[in-house]
């Protein structure tokens, strides 16, 4: 994910091999020719580098593109694949709160159902 210096905003942004069979493979009727699957690469490589900080730091970064994918609607279907990178951390605590959510959610409907039986007695 490095870009190469070209002296100003047309920069060359290329991606990882990996990273582009990956999209590809994520819609394989989006894009017929492989042609087409390049073009849309690049644009995504570019459009990121633009509107995230790679311009700060001269080199596209994973962070740039999963912002790209959340952020811009016409990314948006990419955003499973590229994904914000979290803590582990963060992701249990994340997980933990979802667990005690979902335990308050099961209690009420439990406390409705049972009004709703006292209400028909």
Known sequence: MAARPSGSENRLVSLPLSRIRVIMKSSPRAWSGAQRGE????????????????????????????HTAEECETFQF???????????????????????????????????????EDAKS
Do not use: C, N, W
Not at 39 to 53: D, T
């Open 78 to 116: 990419l955003a499973d694949i590229l994904p914000k990178k979290i803590l582990a951390s963060k992701y249990l605590k994340m997980l933990e709160k979802e667990k005690r959510d979902g335990e308050v959610k099961e209690e009420e409907e439990e406390e409705d159902e049972s009004e709703d």
């Open 39 to 66: 073009l849309f690469v690049q644009y995504l490589a570019s459009y990121s580098y633009k509107h995230g900080r790679g311009k700060e730091k001269r080199a596209l970064t994973y962070s740039d593109l999963s």
